[in-house]
């Protein structure tokens, strides 16, 4: 809009410019509130449309957590194999080349976790808290050796 107001009539007349544009400065308010109470309508119009679909076809059963035969811990506590905990899992493998640097996509790709990276990537952040990780910048993470008393 600035581009367009014409420069040698703005310096001419700046109070009618000045009038026009609080106005548009008005118009902005208006158009915001209108569009806050739309969304709350589509809301309130939403939740009518769960409560119609619920009184025809009844309420729906909870949620289950989603089980995935692949799923390592599930494969292995069905076949009767103790699986160590994610934390356990992420300490070993980074054990084994203590100066190697990691991300978070790697741990989870060699413990065959790629599905739950952000599974991963908490439970390293909580390790690197717990002073068992060193976190680097860039998000990479590195084996911390047990201090010696």
Do not use: C
């Not at 799923?71 to 103790?82: H, I, L, P, Y």
């Amino acid at each position: 809009m600035i581009e367009t107001l014409p420069w040698e009539e703005v310096a001419g007349n700046p109070d009618k410019y000045i009038q026009l544009l609080e106005e548009g400065v008005e118009l902005q308010r208006d158009t915001f509130k209108v569009r806050q109470e739309l969304r709350l309508v589509r809301q309130v119009k939403k939740q009518m449309q769960i409560a119609d679909e619920w009184r025809t076809t009844g309420i729906p059963e909870q949620r289950q957590p989603d089980t995935d035969s692949e799923d390592d811990e599930t494969t292995a506590a069905a076949s009767g194999f103790q699986v160590a905990p994610r934390k356990t899992r992420i300490l070993r493998l980074m054990a084994q080349d203590p100066m190697r640097q990691w991300k978070a996509l790697e741990v989870a790709n060699a413990l065959n976790q790629a599905h739950k990276i952000k599974s991963v990537r908490v439970a390293a952040d909580e390790l690197a808290k717990a002073g068992s990780l060193i976190k680097l910048p860039n998000a990479f993470y590195q084996y911390a050796p047990p201090q010696q008393p």
